[in-house]
């Protein structure tokens, strides 16, 4: 297609009319692969006499055409564009990037970056010489756009992947150096200046943002350019040409320059000083720079600073970046020493003030409640918050230099208390106050653990806070919620006065002003972690939940949610009455989140948040009433439409919180709907398509179908659940592109198939054990052998007849034995088994071994015989005394708990170290092995817990409890079975058993009688358990 026919085509493009419009867009698709096409579009978007309008439907069509096809996601694939059209795109966007209006710079520069991205520097390698010789002529500013787009590249980029850096910086920076020094020279500098500094400021941070350039460790080389960014730190940003508008002046170009160099020199400073690096040439530069620039950079900072003091105008970006500076410099010595004299200044007449509730703060109140909430919430807005840097500060030096300032800080803030109490009303300091409840709560950690205040923070209270609950002023009585919910967890002397808070903040969730309702439900959160007597907020529950939906439909925002997690925690199955409603308004908000997340389409977006906390909500609601299995019955319609929505693509955000609700919905409901068995296929598909990291997390609900759903999953056909596992497990084992970590799932949904389905799958055994050999040969990771091998184990166990006539007639029951044998024996450094080291491991390996035991001569040979017997006696023993040792330590465990409730207010429960402690020596693993916790209450948490991917070090392979399966052979005891199957042997071929005896040495014949007689006293057990179960369930039942 030629240029004016193509122009047309882009003219049509902008058609009001949707068919003209259309029409032109199918053109351009159609056209896009041809030969010369990018050029051409190229062509029009450099062309001046062109209509801009066109010019910008190019050079977006351009700019997507680029990013999708430049560089092929398949490095087997074949690139849409032809290198010679690729090598004239190269020519000449360079030559034209600075040439063309901003609005089409902002898309050639994207164009630019997927380039360079893709072909610098083995593509592309005169990109860094065509950069040097435009930094030497007339197309600085060409050069410099693309320079920073170059660098940009290598900004996160660490070690070998960082080497091109080296080469730019040699090759450029001195030229850089240069231009900057005869820019800084200007003496009315024009706002073109400014975009020339503001450029090279990006070049030097990228190129020093994980680690200075060798270059610049030259003192010479980095004094000329610390003398130039501490000449625009000092020198005043120029008055005229400012914008009056807040908004368009902090993006102004001068202002940009000083913000950008502030970030430098922060960074500078933390990479130097902070980090104490351990390189001697490192150590010695950086304290080069703290002697020589750091107090200078101070020094600067403190003088912008006072800008603020006098009424003058700092943008809220720089003024947060220099406090960093400052919290920075309280730690060290000499930079403390020079702060010193200032401080009282800087404390009370700069900072303080920051933490004020100001004008601007009122506007939005006003104007817009919703904001304000989204801004006081959002932790991005903290990063470039003054207010949030100014308590970072004020904390930071109460921590690190306390002794001298808490006192003075803290009679500040009393002074101000004292002020506002004596003042009428009409000439109360409101915004003092509020800054000075701010300060309180920001010091919070800190008072908690100091005398003399640590003692007087209820009389504080009482006097200067809850007072707030009922101001005027809506702002205060916001932050008198926030203080509160601050200092919940203290002990209060007098259970009135927390009484008193807890319902000052529930009667603030009715205050008519938004913001306040807000604060209330973050600070009730608090307050329910810190109630010890329910009774206090039981009889207002129902209120509670009313006020706090109310308040959801008016705000998202995920920290609301976690307040509704906490009172569920709390409550636990009294929560029943209202888990229905609960999850209906919960499934409610969670579509209106999901909603606006779609419409605004951001990443970080409070919906998408607020979405994920609603699923996580409902998580914690169906474990909390999960002994209530018919409330599941009534919830599931509720819940199925958001599980068929966010099982496929459209939930891949939320994938990980929708299958926690599936696993509770097919684990705690009475049986398994065929409206739920509908789930099945859109997990196996999303398996199959891009959900391989979530494989740990629905091998969960897969289990739960096939072990509580076990009729349907052998006899529905339409459509067939066994073949459906089949094809996706033997597609994911078969894969040999997957790490033996992904694929760890597979071998136990084989077990769960095996062990739930006895005798009634005979035709998957010999599919299954090719498939479990076929990936055992080539897998490197021990844990993944261990699971192949139970696999082979579950098999005898299944049908011992049938698995070891499919091992001969395929001709590895030889190998197989041997390395299982072999796997047995290995042991670690510390002496513990190398394999088979959980509880269950041993379990399954006893069966399988011991459904051998009765088989016939001519299926297993005499000396095969004797082998699986020892082996067999050999790991009973060491499952016995495993399970000893796990009971030993859970009755300490108990003993500990218990002396824990005498002891503090923690409830008896552990800290996560501690289970992994217990778990660790009831597994009989060294701690290195990090086996989860068991919970025999909550087996479904533990179970959705157990199936996290396992580490990738050796020593920690098995990163699995041994409760995280429930299976059929829970029930069978190994010491029996194992006796049972000898008396088979014994009966079915007397003359076998009697070699098999008299060929045992003394070790193993003691062994043997050893085995037996615990099998005698297991029966005893059992049967005293039995007993005991149906006099309790007919003491239950009267």
């Given at each position: 297609?030629?240029?004016?026919?193509?122009?047309?085509?882009?003219?049509?493009?902008?058609?009001?009319?949707?068919?003209?419009?259309?029409?032109?867009?199918?053109?351009?698709?159609?056209?896009?692969?041809?030969?010369?096409?990018?050029?051409?579009?190229?062509?029009?978007?450099?062309?001046?006499?062109?209509?801009l309008?066109?010019?910008?439907?190019?050079s977006?069509?351009?700019?997507?055409?680029?990013?999708?096809?430049?560089?092929?996601?398949?490095?087997?694939?074949?690139?849409?564009?032809?290198?010679?059209?690729k090598?004239?795109?190269?020519?000449?966007?360079?030559?034209?990037?600075?040439?063309?209006?901003?609005?089409?710079?902002?898309?050639?520069?994207?164009?630019?970056?997927?380039?360079?991205?893709?072909?610098?520097?083995?593509?592309?390698?005169?990109?860094?010489?065509?950069?040097?010789?435009?930094?030497?002529?007339?197309?600085?500013?060409?050069?410099?756009?693309?320079?920073?787009?170059?660098?940009?590249?290598?900004?996160?980029?660490s070690?070998?992947?960082?080497?091109?850096?080296?080469?730019?910086?040699?090759?450029?920076?001195?030229?850089?150096?240069?231009?900057?020094?005869?820019?800084?020279?200007?003496?009315?500098?024009?706002?073109?200046?400014?975009?020339?500094?503001?450029?090279?400021?990006?070049?030097?941070?990228s190129?020093?943002?994980?680690?200075?350039?060798?270059?610049?460790?030259?003192?010479?080389?980095?004094?000329?350019?610390?003398?130039?960014?501490?000449?625009?730190?000092?020198?005043p940003?120029?008055?005229?040409g400012?914008?009056?508008?807040?908004?368009?002046?902090?993006s102004?170009?001068?202002?940009?320059?000083?913000?950008?160099?502030?970030?430098?020199?922060?960074?500078?400073?933390?990479r130097?000083?902070?980090?104490?690096?351990?390189?001697?040439?490192?150590?010695?530069?950086?304290?080069?720079?703290?002697?020589?620039y750091?107090?200078?950079?101070?020094?600067?900072?403190?003088?912008?600073?006072?800008v603020?003091?006098?009424?003058?105008?700092?943008?809220?970006?720089?003024?947060n970046?220099i406090?960093?500076?400052?919290?920075?410099?309280?730690?060290?010595?000499?930079?403390?020493?020079?702060?010193?004299?200032?401080?009282?200044?800087?404390?009370?007449?700069?900072?303080?003030?920051?933490?004020?509730?100001?004008?601007?703060?009122?506007?939005?109140?006003?104007?817009?409640?919703?904001?304000?909430?989204?801004?006081?919430?959002d932790?991005?807005e903290?990063?470039?918050?003054?207010?949030?840097?100014?308590?970072?500060?004020?904390?930071?030096?109460?921590?690190?230099?306390?002794?001298?300032?808490?006192?003075?800080?803290?009679?500040?803030?009393?002074?101000?208390?004292?002020?506002?109490d004596?003042?009428?009303?009409?000439?109360?300091?409101?915004?003092?106050?509020d800054?000075?409840?701010?300060?309180?709560?920001?010091l919070c950690d800190?008072?908690k653990?100091?005398?003399?205040?640590?003692?007087?923070?209820?009389?504080?209270?009482?006097q200067?806070?809850?007072?707030?609950?009922?101001?005027?002023?809506?702002?205060?009585?916001?932050k008198?919620?926030?203080?509160?919910?601050?200092?919940?967890?203290?002990?209060?002397?007098?259970?009135?006065?927390?009484?008193?808070?807890?319902?000052s903040?529930?009667a603030?969730?009715?205050?008519?002003?938004?913001?306040?309702?807000?604060?209330?439900?973050?600070?009730?959160?608090?307050?329910?972690?810190?109630?010890?007597d329910?009774?206090?907020?039981?009889?207002?529950?129902?209120?509670?939940?009313?006020e706090?939906?109310?308040?959801?439909?008016?705000?998202?925002?995920?920290?609301?949610?976690?307040?509704?997690?906490?009172?569920?925690?709390?409550?636990?199955?009294?929560?029943?009455?209202?888990?229905?409603?609960?999850?209906?308004?919960?499934?409610?908000?969670?579509?209106?989140?999901?909603n606006?997340?779609?419409?605004?389409?951001?990443?970080?977006?409070?919906?998408?948040?607020?979405?994920?906390?609603?699923?996580?909500?409902?998580?914690?609601?169906?474990?909390?009433?999960?002994r209530?299995?018919?409330?599941?019955?009534?919830?599931?319609?509720?819940?199925?439409?958001?599980?068929?929505?966010?099982?496929?693509?459209?939930?891949?955000?939320?994938?990980?919180?929708?299958?926690?609700i599936?696993?509770?919905?097919?684990?705690?409901?009475?049986?398994?709907?065929?409206?739920?068995?509908?789930?099945?296929?859109?997990?196996?598909?999303?398996?199959?398509?891009?959900?391989?990291?979530?494989?740990?997390?629905?091998?969960?609900?897969?289990?739960?179908?096939?072990?509580?759903?076990?009729?349907h999953?052998?006899?529905?056909?339409?459509?067939?659940?066994?073949?459906?596992?089949?094809?996706?497990?033997?597609?994911?084992?078969?894969?040999?592109?997957?790490e033996?970590?992904?694929?760890?799932?597979?071998?136990?949904?084989?077990?769960v198939?095996?062990?739930?389905?006895r005798?009634?799958?005979?035709?998957?055994?010999?599919?299954?054990?090719?498939?479990?050999?076929?990936?055992?040969?080539?897998?490197?990771?021990?844990?993944l052998?261990?699971?192949?091998?139970?696999?082979?184990?579950d098999?005898?166990?299944?049908?011992?007849?049938?698995?070891?006539?499919?091992?001969?007639?395929?001709?590895?029951?030889?190998?197989?034995?041997?390395?299982?044998?072999?796997m047995?024996?290995?042991?670690?450094?510390?002496?513990?088994?190398?394999?088979?080291?959980?509880?269950?491991?041993?379990k399954?390996?006893?069966?399988?071994?011991?459904?051998?035991?009765?088989?016939?001569?001519?299926q297993?040979?005499?000396?095969?015989?004797?082998?699986?017997?020892?082996?067999?006696?050999d790991l009973?023993?060491?499952?016995?005394?495993?399970?000893?040792?796990?009971a030993?330590?859970?009755?300490?465990?108990?003993?500990?708990?218990?002396?824990?409730?005498?002891?503090?207010?923690?409830?008896?429960?552990?800290?996560?170290?501690?289970?992994?402690?217990?778990?660790?020596?009831?597994?009989?693993?060294?701690?290195e092995?990090?086996?989860?916790?068991?919970?025999t209450?909550?087996?479904?948490?533990?179970?959705?817990?157990?199936?996290?991917?396992?580490?990738?070090?050796?020593?920690?392979d098995?990163?699995?409890?041994?409760?995280?399966?429930?299976?059929?052979?829970?029930?069978?005891?190994?010491?029996?079975?194992?006796?049972?199957?000898?008396?088979?042997?014994?009966?079915?071929?007397p003359?076998?058993?009697?070699?098999?005896?008299?060929?045992?040495?003394?070790?193993?014949?003691?062994?043997?009688?050893?085995?037996?007689e615990?099998?005698?006293?297991?029966?005893?057990?059992?049967?005293?358990?039995?007993?005991?179960?149906?006099?309790?369930?007919?003491?239950?039942?009267?």
């Open positions: 297609m030629d240029l004016p026919s193509l122009a047309v085509i882009l003219q049509a493009a902008l058609s009001p009319n949707p068919d003209e419009r259309k029409a032109a867009e199918h053109s351009l698709n159609q056209f896009q692969y041809t030969p010369q096409h990018l050029v051409r579009l190229l062509q029009i978007i450099v062309d001046g006499n062109c209509d309008a066109v010019r910008q439907v190019a977006i069509h351009f700019k997507n055409f680029i990013a999708k096809n430049w560089s092929p996601h398949d490095p087997h694939e074949q690139s849409k564009i032809l290198p010679s059209d090598d004239m795109v190269r020519q000449n966007i360079l030559v034209f990037v600075a040439q063309v209006p901003t609005l089409l710079r902002v898309q050639l520069g994207e164009c630019l970056k997927t380039i360079i991205h893709a072909d610098y520097p083995e593509q592309w390698p005169s990109l860094l010489q065509w950069v040097k010789h435009n930094l030497q002529n007339q197309q600085v500013y060409g050069a410099l756009f693309v320079l920073r787009i170059l660098s940009r590249k290598y900004e996160f980029k070690d070998e992947e960082r080497t091109p850096v080296h080469l730019i910086v040699e090759e450029t920076f001195p030229h850089l150096l240069n231009i900057f020094s005869g820019l800084v020279q200007f003496v009315n500098p024009s706002l073109e200046v400014a975009d020339l500094i503001k450029l090279i400021c990006k070049i030097f941070w190129s020093i943002y994980l680690e200075i350039p060798k270059q610049l460790l030259d003192p010479n080389v980095f004094n000329a350019w610390m003398v130039l960014f501490l000449s625009i730190l000092e020198r940003v120029p008055e005229e400012q914008p009056v508008d807040p908004e368009l002046r902090k102004w170009g001068w202002w940009k320059v000083k913000k950008w160099t502030v970030h430098i020199l922060n960074r500078l400073y933390t130097l000083v902070d980090l104490k690096p351990q390189n001697p040439g490192n150590r010695t530069f950086a304290q080069m720079f703290q002697k020589n750091a107090g200078k950079v101070l020094e600067c900072h403190l003088n912008l600073l006072n603020i003091r006098i009424g003058g105008y700092l943008p809220d970006r720089v003024t970046l406090l960093q500076y400052l919290s920075n410099s309280v730690s060290k010595t000499s930079m403390y020493n020079q702060l010193q004299p200032r401080l009282d200044i800087v404390l009370f007449e700069i900072i303080f003030p920051l933490m004020c509730f100001n004008d601007n703060d009122q506007k939005l109140w006003d104007e817009d409640p919703h904001e304000y909430v989204r801004k006081g919430y932790i991005i903290d990063l470039y918050s003054p207010r949030t840097a100014a308590m970072d500060f004020v904390s930071e030096l109460v921590r690190k230099r306390g002794k001298e300032n808490l006192q003075k800080f803290v009679m500040f803030i009393v002074e101000i208390f004292k002020r506002y004596e003042a009428s009303v009409e000439y109360k300091p409101y915004r003092q106050k800054g000075a409840l701010l300060a309180i709560g920001a800190k008072l653990q100091t005398e003399p205040y640590k003692s007087e923070l209820e009389r504080m209270l009482v200067h806070v809850f007072p707030e609950f009922s101001s005027p002023v809506g702002h205060l009585r916001a008198a919620a926030w203080v509160a919910g601050q200092y919940a967890h203290i002990k209060f002397a007098d259970p009135n006065n927390f009484r008193k808070a807890l319902h903040v529930v603030g969730m009715r205050d008519p002003e938004l913001p306040v309702r807000v604060d209330s439900v973050f600070a009730l959160r608090s307050f329910v972690e810190a109630c010890k329910l009774s206090e907020i039981r009889p207002i529950l129902a209120q509670l939940l009313d706090f939906f109310k308040l959801m439909n008016e705000v998202e925002n995920e920290d609301l949610v976690f307040t509704l997690e906490t009172i569920v925690d709390k409550f636990g199955e009294e929560m029943a009455p209202y888990a229905l409603g609960l999850c209906q308004n919960l499934a409610a908000a969670f579509w209106k989140c999901m606006t997340a779609e419409a605004d389409d951001e990443v970080d977006d409070p919906g998408a948040l607020a979405a994920v906390g609603c699923l996580r909500a409902i998580s914690t609601i169906l474990e909390s009433v999960s209530l299995p018919d409330l599941f019955v009534r919830v599931e319609p509720t819940l199925l439409p958001i599980m068929h929505r966010m099982l496929t693509t459209d939930g891949q955000e939320v994938f990980e919180e929708v299958l926690e599936v696993s509770y919905m097919t684990f705690f409901s009475p049986a398994i709907s065929l409206e739920m068995w509908s789930l099945w296929p859109l997990m196996i598909e999303a398996l199959a398509d891009w959900a391989i990291d979530f494989f740990p997390n629905i091998l969960v609900p897969l289990d739960n179908y096939i072990s509580r759903g076990t009729a999953f052998l006899t529905c056909k339409e459509p067939d659940y066994q073949k459906s596992l089949w094809n996706m497990i033997s597609s994911i084992m078969g894969d040999k592109n997957l033996d970590g992904d694929i760890e799932p597979a071998p136990k949904l084989i077990e198939v095996f062990q739930h389905c005798g009634k799958v005979d035709q998957w055994v010999e599919p299954y054990l090719m498939i479990t050999i076929e990936r055992l040969r080539r897998t490197e990771k021990p844990y052998k261990c699971l192949l091998m139970l696999v082979i184990a098999a005898l166990y299944y049908n011992a007849s049938l698995t070891l006539s499919i091992l001969q007639k395929i001709g590895v029951a030889a190998e197989i034995f041997s390395l299982w044998f072999e047995l024996q290995q042991k670690k450094k510390s002496g513990a088994p190398a394999h088979f080291r959980r509880v269950n491991d041993k399954v390996c006893c069966l399988g071994l011991t459904s051998l035991l009765p088989l016939p001569v001519g297993l040979p005499v000396e095969a015989l004797g082998r699986v017997f020892r082996a067999t006696l009973l023993v060491a499952y016995k005394e495993q399970v000893a040792e796990a030993q330590e859970e009755e300490e465990a108990e003993r500990e708990d218990e002396a824990e409730d005498d002891d503090d207010d923690m409830d008896g429960v552990q800290t996560d170290d501690e289970d992994d402690d217990g778990c660790d020596k009831e597994m009989g693993v060294d701690a092995d990090g086996d989860e916790a068991d919970s209450l909550q087996k479904l948490a533990a179970q959705v817990k157990a199936f996290r991917s396992a580490d990738d070090s050796d020593d920690s098995d990163d699995y409890s041994d409760d995280e399966l429930q299976s059929p052979i829970d029930d069978v005891d190994p010491f029996i079975f194992f006796v049972e199957n000898i008396q088979v042997l014994q009966v079915s071929d003359p076998r058993f009697q070699n098999l005896t008299q060929t045992l040495d003394f070790h193993y014949q003691a062994l043997a009688n050893g085995v037996a615990h099998a005698g006293q297991r029966r005893k057990e059992i049967e005293k358990e039995k007993m005991e179960k149906a006099s309790a369930s007919a003491v239950a039942a009267s």
